[in-house]
């Protein structure tokens, strides 16, 4: 059962892409989250690190509060303040104007984990408002016996895959197609390919 | 973005655009397996129902171009990070192809069908992430090079 027509289904998923970058200044993208996930541990103590070092508002304003601290107990009372960084971040990035968006920062680990949970989130959803899936289980009947072994095995080629092209079917097929960027176009062409050329061929075997 | 601390901020308007993408992903069929393999077999697949294959094609070809002409409207000049042909580009894209095939499934409808109650899409899930680590390992080992897309 369809919920959504086509033309609705695809004006949506580009609203998301295009609204993603323009919101986040990242472009949409999920086999990035999963890599980044599939080196938590890592990910964890770069963040640590990250906020162990000198940075963000917070550290600012320590960081300024010493200072003129150390100039008052120096008995230097000078108006060196329009020179620190605080006037530059607190102007707003972006005016009216329409000047170029740069690329954002990364998003940390719980934000990305937050986006995971959101497209479960959707998928649940989507089941209550009564679409499920086959009544069967569509992915239980989907490779027959040793269902799971497959899964498995095609999710490990999935992940190799995606993180060895650099991105998947939303990162290359949808936001990096409508940038028509080449990597984009032929990693599309190649693994649409080859997923035509292997589902035909299982599924000549199954039958 | 006044009183609430950044971080927390950028969660929650990540997972506003997980849920849309998620909401879209199911409420489409593109991440029912079924629907998966009726187009990439072209309607041939056991128990495709008519018209299936074409429905999904339109979907992808319209999200693609109309997500093109809103980056052309509204993101002209922007600094996009660019997506060049990389010697991984190629032979990733297979192995993504065939994975995509034996799971009917690609990386984001894999957490879309955990929402909606399939249990054995954490054999995907787990599958993933293996691959994604030994990738990481295979950068490391034998040079390989590519990463994950920019990301969210």
């Given amino acids: 059962m369809t919920v959504l027509p086509w033309w609705a289904a695809g004006a949506a998923l580009a609203v998301t892409a295009v609204g993603h970058w323009i919101v986040e200044r990242r472009p949409l993208g999920v086999s990035g989250v999963v890599a980044r996930f599939a080196n938590v541990r890592g990910e964890l103590r770069a963040e640590r690190e990250a906020s162990r070092a000198p940075t963000g508002a917070e550290a600012l304003a320590a960081a300024l509060a010493e200072a003129t601290a150390e100039a008052i107990a120096g008995g230097e009372l000078v108006a060196a303040a329009p020179s620190s960084p605080a006037a530059s971040t607190a102007a707003p990035a972006t005016p009216p104007g329409r000047a170029p968006r740069a690329l954002g920062p990364p998003a940390p680990l719980l934000g990305h984990a937050a986006f995971l949970a959101g497209l479960a989130a959707g998928g649940l959803l989507v089941r209550l408002a009564g679409a499920r899936l086959d009544a069967a289980g569509a992915l239980a009947g989907h490779a027959g016996a040793g269902s799971l072994a497959v899964l498995a095995a095609g999710g490990l080629l999935l992940g190799f895959g995606g993180a060895w092209m650099g991105g998947c079917t939303t990162g290359h097929g949808i936001t990096g197609c409508a940038r028509l960027m080449p990597g984009s176009l032929l990693a599309t062409a190649v693994f649409l390919a080859t997923a035509a050329l292997v589902a035909s061929v299982l599924g000549g075997a199954r039958s | ?152």
């Fill in chain 2, 1 to 152: 973005m006044t009183a609430a601390p950044p971080a927390r901020g950028r969660a929650l308007r990540l997972a506003a655009f997980g849920l849309a993408l998620g909401l879209v992903l199911g409420g489409s069929r593109l991440a029912d397996p079924a629907f998966v393999e009726a187009m990439l077999t072209l309607g041939r697949a056991p128990g495709a129902a008519p018209g299936d294959a074409l429905r999904a094609w339109a979907t992808l070809a319209c999200a693609a171009g109309l997500a093109g002409l809103g980056f052309a409207l509204l993101a002209r000049g922007d600094a996009l990070p660019p997506r060049p042909i990389r010697r991984g580009t190629v032979p990733g894209a297979v192995l993504f192809g065939a994975g995509w095939a034996l799971t009917g499934t690609c990386p984001a409808a894999a957490f879309v069908q955990l929402g909606q109650g399939e249990l054995a899409a954490l054999a995907t899930v787990a599958g993933m992430l293996a691959g994604s680590r030994l990738h990481r390992l295979a950068r490391a080992r034998l040079g390989l090079d590519g990463t994950g897309c920019a990301g969210a």
